[in-house]
């Protein structure tokens, strides 16, 4: 159930990305899917158990009996959350650029085959 | 031995940090890197076995290199030493030669990972450096081209994440040995961000306007190697499920036509090598053997021909018939061109026929017909005159051309190299060589029968931003139907 819905954000992030007119959005709408994929494997990773996959090795405490989490999914992710992070900056910073002509940011202005 | 593997492997990026503080220096530190690159890809063609590497443990990182890979490393060494080349020890841009040598490492990780997630992180920092040689923030057109870039390739590389999660849950792992039993959903993920990347069918139809609008030298590398980074690991995919093998022969022959067409009728000189390199990957990816091959004997020409492109006398085609180009601009583009035709003693000629050789009977035919176009679309590079007037000796119009030019005559012994001297042989044999001269033959005669038609067909505009988003969705679609059939 949550598997599913965590999908449907990152489809509606792609829908975002397709259909919304505005470069701004089409840009935030790729954070929500990206989001939705972080979610996907933040839940996968949960699928065997919650507990945070760290052994304590002192003797003195008891040993939960909570299973662990899955640490790879977790570790793949932290790797994709950074690259995802530096995309969007740098999608953010040509926006700004851009919006010094196009103040509007619509599509259908850029793909005009004018040279600036 | 491994160690040293490593070190080559990082040597790009530790030099393009190195060369942010000595600026100075950064272009000779790019040539070494094309070096070892040049090095490790020939040692790799006569190392008797594979080499794996398993780095950090069992989840860590795997890597694979084998004699697979030496064409795309000689390739992506040859055109980025011949781009320096080209440029010359100029100043003006010294962040260039950092971005050149991290975009070659990247390309170089891309191309000897054999996980799912480290292959995603080189594609990345691929699509990151490119996007970076391509935005120039005082041309509006070409921030707008870069972002579109940007923004196409990571919506695929989400999908692609999708894609790796679903592996690894079924499978445990992120080795590109879970793809073989995986079930359709998965693949199809996976394959939509690799097809993107590579610019397969409607999947590249960000190709043309972005490798048009790019500075020529940043076109060569886009055009000659950049494509190489998402086209050979989807062979090493292919290689491990003929499912995927199946799906990517019909879509590669499906890009291969459509893009043919595209070329024909399209009036810009660097928009119809746009689109000719849509149609090239189409071959490259028919068969993991030839694979290599065939993208070293494309990416020479066409790093050659967009290298030249600066020297063009105009981007309109329909000009071209006036304006008579220098001897020096001339025969190289001519060389190219007919290399890519497939022109014996060239290597495009040598990889079109180890392909075909490796084909089933209506795939041969097809991209025998498909060759046709080809020959057709370079034709049209032939139309200009040579220049009479001799203006002094001006050859050679840059050194980066001349390594190319080079590099098309001489990867013909890269296939001796191996331990399967066969094919190479029976591709000079006089029934083939009969077959190209008339391939080339018939491309000048259906060149001819569309010229004067060209003026009024109009194709459909098909790279809106919408288009390269939504063929996302349709490609997805249609992968799906196509594993379940």
Not at chain 1, 35 to 62: D, K, N, Y
Not at chain 2, 322 to 339: C, I, K, N, Q, T
Request: aromatic fraction near 8%; include cysteine; glycine fraction near 8%.
């Amino acid at each position: 159930m949550i598997e599913a819905l965590v999908l449907v954000t990152a489809l509606a992030g792609f829908l975002g990305v397709l259909l919304r007119r505005n470069l701004f959005l089409k840009v935030l709408a790729l954070d929500v899917m990206s989001t939705g994929v972080i979610g996907f494997f933040v839940l996968l990773a949960a699928r065997s158990g919650l507990r945070t996959p760290i052994l304590e090795t002192s003797p003195e405490v008891v040993q939960p009996v909570s299973p662990f989490a899955d640490p790879v999914p977790q570790a793949v992710i932290l790797t994709a959350i950074v690259i995802g992070f530096s995309v969007q900056a740098l999608l953010l910073v040509v926006i700004t650029h851009l919006a010094r002509r196009e103040p509007t940011l619509q599509v259908d202005a850029m793909e005009e085959p004018t040279e600036g | 031995m491994n160690a040293l593997l490593i070190g080559w492997l990082l040597l790009p990026f530790l030099l393009a940090f190195s060369s942010a503080l000595r600026p100075k220096l950064g272009w000779w530190m790019a040539l070494i890197c094309c070096t070892a690159t040049l090095v490790v890809g020939l040692a790799l063609g006569f190392a008797p076995e594979a080499i794996r590497i398993q780095l950090v443990g069992p989840f860590g990182v795997s890597l694979l290199l084998d004699g697979f890979l030496t064409p795309f490393l000689v390739l992506n060494a040859l055109v980025g030493a011949a781009v320096l080349l080209d440029r010359g020890q100029s100043q003006e841009d010294p962040s260039f030669c950092l971005l050149l040598m991290a975009l070659h490492g990247s390309i170089n990780s891309a191309l000897v990972c054999h996980d799912l997630i480290s292959l995603y992180v080189a594609l990345e920092v691929v699509s990151l450096c490119a996007f970076l040689l391509i935005a120039d923030r005082h041309r509006v057109q070409s921030l707008w081209i870069a972002l579109r870039y940007l923004l196409v390739g990571s919506t695929a590389l989400l999908f692609y994440l999708i894609g790796c999660a679903q592996i690894h849950a079924s499978h445990g792992s992120f080795g590109f040995e879970g793809v073989r039993g995986a079930t359709a959903g998965p693949l199809a993920l996976l394959l939509v961000g690799l097809l993107t990347k590579s610019g397969l069918f409607i999947s590249g139809l960000w190709l043309p306007r972005t490798h048009a609008e790019a500075p020529a030298q940043v076109s060569a590398l886009l055009s000659g190697v950049v494509i190489t980074a998402g086209a050979a690991p989807l062979m090493r995919l292919a290689q491990a499920s003929s499912a995927i093998g199946s799906v990517v022969l019909w879509l590669g022959l499906a890009s291969t036509g459509f893009a043919v067409v595209f070329a024909l009728l399209e009036p810009d000189v660097k928009r119809l090598l746009a689109w000719s390199t849509v149609s090239q990957v189409g071959l490259v990816v028919l068969s993991p053997l030839t694979a290599g091959l065939f993208a070293l004997g494309h990416g020479i020409a066409k790093a050659c021909l967009f290298l030249l492109a600066r020297h063009f006398p105009s981007r309109r085609l329909e000009d071209w018939e006036e304006m008579p180009l220098p001897f020096s601009v001339a025969l190289p583009m001519r060389l190219a061109a007919l290399s890519i035709a497939g022109c014996p003693l060239l290597v495009g000629y040598l990889a079109k026929e180890r392909l075909q050789l490796e084909l089933g009977p209506l795939p041969a035919l097809l991209v025998t017909v498909f060759s046709v176009g080809t020959a057709a679309v370079y034709t049209r590079l032939w139309a200009s005159p040579i220049q009479r007037v001799p203006s002094g000796w001006t050859w050679p119009v840059s050194w980066g051309v001349t390594l190319l030019v080079a590099g098309l005559v001489l990867s013909n012994g890269l296939p001796l190299m191996g331990h399967d001297s066969l094919p190479w042989l029976a591709s000079l044999k006089p029934a083939s060589l009969g077959k190209s001269l008339g391939v080339l033959l018939a491309g000048w005669a259906v060149h001819r029968l569309i010229q004067p038609f060209r003026a009024q067909l109009r194709l459909p505009d098909v790279e809106r931003f919408d288009d390269l988003i939504g063929s996302m969705g349709i490609m997805g679609t249609a992968i799906v139907v196509m594993l379940l059939w």
